[in-house]
């Protein structure tokens, strides 16, 4: 604690926090414009400088940290003076189109100008031809820019694409892609939200209205497990009668939030649906005859409990195959660490000075993750190891460690890594002579991953403090998912490690905790919710009863920070709802979102009603959303078992891997994402499987045959293509072990 | 302190500009009645109005306005059917879509639709005013920044269909009537104030 004072009045600084942070939370205003947040300060706009009595020049308060006992003025004759003259060189040549500016109003600029009274131009400077620039998804005006660098900042330290720089020239300075011609990123659109003016917009959004005409509905992103803070726009479409109000775009608070390109892009997934009551008869028919409902996880907390409802009811089974795989998966957790969930969040990642990724392809799989890793990496330096059988290009900037082992070896690797992490704990005699009874040779030479890598990671992480292993998706289908998670669950439990299991989808951790899951068995009378089934319902593809999507819909998520996130209605849907049908099966409830209070307490649920969870950060970034889940303690008794030996995947691998951007059925139907549906693979991969770039192929897979083109990637390397899942059926990643052998074929080769 | 408005004596009063009309009084017998009727219809009055219309009709010397035919000149700054203006050199439309007018508008009947266009710049695809619901306040042409919205003449506003008030082309002015002349500037709510000139800042150019 340093205590020091801001124009007379005592201020506590905490270690670490520079004086505009300590200003903030003391409630001083101190004008900024270049600052964000959660980067480091980008230090461009001086606005925020300060007198203090130890120094005689004015001093940068969003970088400076206080000393104990300084005096800091914050406003005086000399600080006003220099500000409004920094207002004034801003506004030199600055475009006077604030009338069609695409920021309408909404604009830092405009604010500060007006607030330091700069009413006509006292400096000139010859101005030379600007280009717009259309980087597809997003358009930069080099002449509205300021060159504040907050875009610069959030894509190199939060989002690692590292995709722009500012091209310095004096006068002449704009933002360019880096090291190529176009921008080459992920383009999750955060240099869009954190820009201050109108200089880089989002070209679909672009002039088609203004900031003051949209209603701001906050909600939470339906695309993956990490439940993203997220605000849909909405605005009536046209004047033509019957026209719907629409979603124009998703804004995040980029002061404390992150968004991917997903959930910024990717909102026009809205269906449409009306009061058939003839079908919703057939529905409720169908339900009655039915021997199951198969479902995806694209569904709110309380439609779960809807479907628990009906299953008890009713009698019926339920299917999930990807919540199942999770749900069991944390039960062999559970029975080692004692705990229904793991230990790890999100911001334990950021927090991190070390981190294991294990199993999956984050950067696809879940962008948050990824940005809580990079923030890591550059904020607190952290080491991060990535062990995959795949390199991945967009975590080059990130990782300080690759550790590749074979398709289908995790088991033994995680029971090497935890043989690792776990020397020198205080685990039991029982787990002792587990861990020394390992056959190193043989778990080594079969996953390809030395002993002398292990070693390494051990010797990199002794000095880190806070550590976090990440475990993606791949182990959960695993065919030793058991086991692997008890290891994980060793691992969290006698080490510094905390643990983020990455559920595949929006509510695979909702629906693991509400629902009681069955075997899926392929056979019987299926009715589908967003899934395959003999009477099909919901929201994504061709269904026979529309049901809202996840935009039209209020309720809850549960992510993997274990919070219950409320989420809400952006877009009206006229049709019947889950609730309707449950409603005409005796299940009586008036509304969906009724069922938030009654969410079982006994996993972790606190029983609030859903008019009662905020859904909000705070002006400092206190997180008020929702609630975070109580960690249940339950009985530890599980026990480890023996390796087994470790599968071997020869031949023709593939591995099911979305594109950037895509996560299921409701990105894919998205106008702005793009929708790369190709297999993707190296040279080397065409090589083997006598394929080349452009063909047409059928890909044999033992559940059925899929027809794609081939696509020769040059950032791949090895002998395993990517797969996208998005684009079939349901989009489900994790109903299998996400690695397949499969044949394939180039298509007009066999006749 | 209280004020006390004078106002003006009406009453009647030898002081007063007002005065008693010489009326005859009115008949009350039958009789009186009769002979009254009965003077006013034989002395042909009637024909005396009679024959002031037909010799003006014959004289051809009408002083009537031939409504629809013939309209009364209304004052410059009258509130009627908006105008959507276009720029004199070019014959773009004037309309940069900021989308001020829809949001000042006090009964909420102006609505656009924006978007960009091939030059990257604001386009307007659709402007509709409703007139059925204006009120004629003139706030949609005081704010306009681009004097491209303005308040015409035209005060008539019977149709058959409430659709009909709202079409944009009725509005703007059309290319041959701009081209020969005929747009005029609106000197109402909104118009540049005479030797606004003046009061310009100008931006220095010392390079």
Not at chain 1, 295 to 320: H, R, V, W
């Amino acid at each position: 604690m340093i205590n020091f004072t801001i124009n007379g009045q005592p201020v506590i600084a905490s270690k670490g926090e520079t004086i505009l942070q300590a200003a903030r939370k003391a409630g001083f205003y101190i004008p900024t414009m270049c600052y964000l947040e959660k980067t480091t300060p980008c230090a461009s706009c001086r606005l925020c400088v300060v007198e203090t009595d130890k120094t005689d020049g004015l001093i940068l308060s969003c970088q400076t940290p206080p000393t104990e006992g300084l005096g800091v003025t914050i406003n005086s004759e000399r600080l006003e003076q220099e500000r409004t003259n920094i207002m004034r060189l801003y506004d030199v040549n600055h475009p006077l189109e604030c009338g069609v500016c695409d920021k309408s109003g909404a604009c830092d600029l405009q604010n500060k100008t007006l607030e330091f009274g700069v009413s006509a131009q006292h400096f000139s400077a010859k101005e030379h031809h600007r280009t717009i620039e259309h980087w597809g998804l997003i358009n930069y005006d080099p002449s509205l820019c300021i060159l504040c660098e907050k875009c610069v900042h959030v894509c190199n330290e939060i989002i690692g694409d590292d995709a722009i720089e500012l091209q310095f020239g004096g006068y002449k300075s704009a933002v360019i892609p880096k090291n190529s011609e176009v921008l080459d990123c992920t383009f999750c659109g955060e240099c869009i939200a954190v820009c201050p003016v109108g200089a880089l917009v989002s070209s679909e959004f672009q002039y088609s209205a203004n900031a003051w005409e949209l209603t701001q509905i906050p909600a939470t992103c339906a695309h993956c497990s990490a439940g993203c803070s997220l605000t849909y726009e909405v605005r009536h479409t046209s004047n033509s009668i019957g026209a719907k109000a629409k979603i124009y775009r998703v804004t995040n608070n980029f002061e404390h939030t992150t968004l991917c390109g997903a959930g910024r892009f990717g909102f026009d997934f809205a269906v449409e649906g009306t009061k058939d009551e003839a079908e919703l008869a057939k529905a409720v028919h169908a339900i009655q005859n039915a021997t199951a409902i198969r479902f995806n996880s694209l569904i709110t907390n309380e439609e779960a409990m809807i479907l628990q409802g009906l299953k008890e009811k009713l009698g019926i089974k339920l299917y999930n195959e990807e919540a199942r795989a999770y749900q069991s998966f944390m039960a062999a957790y559970a029975s080692i660490s004692g705990k229904t969930g793991f230990g790890g969040s999100l911001d334990a990642i950021v927090q991190s000075d070390g981190i294991i990724v294990l199993g999956g392809r984050i950067v696809t799989d879940n962008p948050a993750v990824r940005y809580a890793m990079t923030t890591a990496a550059r904020h607190r330096g952290a080491k991060v190891v990535y062990m995959h059988p795949l390199e991945d290009e967009w975590l080059k900037n990130v990782v300080t460690q690759f550790v590749k082992y074979e398709v289908g070896t995790e088991e033994g690797v995680i029971a090497m890594l935890a043989k690792t992490l776990l020397s020198g704990a205080d685990i039991s005699e029982e787990t002792k002579t587990f861990f020394d009874g390992l056959d190193e040779g043989y778990l080594c030479a079969e996953s390809n991953v030395g002993d002398e890598e292990y070693t390494h990671i051990a010797k990199s992480f002794a000095r880190a403090k806070r550590k976090t292993l990440i475990i993606g998706s791949d182990v959960l289908n695993h065919e030793r998912a058991s086991n692997i998670a008890r290891l994980c669950a060793m691992i969290e439990t006698y080490t510094e490690f905390s643990i983020v299991v990455v559920a595949g989808s929006v509510n695979t951790i909702g629906i693991s905790l509400i629902c009681d899951l069955d075997v899926d068995t392929f056979g019987g009378n299926v009715v589908g919710y967003n899934a395959a089934g003999d009477y099909t319902m919901g929201s994504i593809g061709d269904v026979m009863l529309k049901l809202p999507s996840l935009n039209s819909q209020e309720g809850t998520f549960v992510s993997i920070n274990h919070q219950v996130l409320p989420t809400n209605v952006a877009v009206a849907f006229e049709g019947y709802t889950l609730n309707d049908i449950a409603n005409a099966l005796g299940l009586v409830s008036q509304h969906t979102i009724d069922y938030t209070e009654k969410l079982p307490v006994s996993k972790g649920f606190n029983g609030t009603s859903f008019d009662s969870l905020g859904n909000f950060y705070g002006a400092l970034g206190e997180d008020n959303r929702g609630y975070i889940l109580e960690n249940i303690d339950v009985e530890a008794n599980g026990i480890l078992e023996e390796v087994e030996d470790l599968p071997e995947f020869n031949g023709t691998v593939v591995y099911r891997c979305n594109p950037v951007n895509q996560f299921n059925g409701y990105t894919a139907r998205t106008k702005q994402l793009e929708k790369e549906a190709t297999l993707r693979g190296s040279a080397q991969f065409a090589a083997a499987a006598k394929i080349g770039d452009g063909d047409k192929i059928r890909i044999e897979f033992p559940q059925g045959t899929q027809e794609r083109i081939f696509e020769l990637d040059s950032t791949l390397k090895g002998t395993i293509a990517l797969v996208p899942a998005y684009d079939v059926g349901f989009g489900e990643l994790n109903e299998q072990y996400r690695f397949e052998k499969v044949k394939i074929m180039r298509m007009g080769s066999e006749s | 302190m209280h004020h006390e408005e004078v106002f003006t004596d009406r009453n009647v009063s030898e002081h007063s500009a007002y005065y008693y009309v010489d009326i005859e009084t009115y008949p009350t017998t039958g009789w009186d009645k009769f002979k009254q009727a009965l003077k006013r219809a034989v002395r042909g009055e009637l024909f005396v109005g009679l024959w002031v219309v037909m010799r003006e009709m014959i004289k051809f010397d009408i002083h009537t306005v031939q409504y629809p035919k013939e309209k009364l000149p209304i004052g410059p700054r009258y509130r009627a059917v908006h105008k959507l203006l276009r720029l004199w050199e070019s014959g773009y439309e004037r309309c940069i879509g900021c989308g001020l007018c829809e949001k000042i508008c006090i009964s909420d009947c102006i609505r656009m639709d924006t978007r960009i266009d091939e030059n990257s710049r604001k386009e307007v695809t659709e402007y509709s005013i409703n007139l059925g619901r204006c009120i004629f306040c003139g706030y949609c042409a005081e704010v306009c920044p681009e004097l491209a919205i303005v308040h015409g003449g035209r005060y008539e506003n019977g149709s058959e269909q409430r659709a009909h008030f709202v079409i944009k082309d009725d509005m703007l002015t059309p290319l041959d009537l701009l081209k020969a002349g005929e747009q005029s500037e609106y000197p109402g709510f909104g118009a540049i104030i005479p030797g606004s000139d003046a009061s310009v800042k100008k931006t220095p150019l010392a390079y």
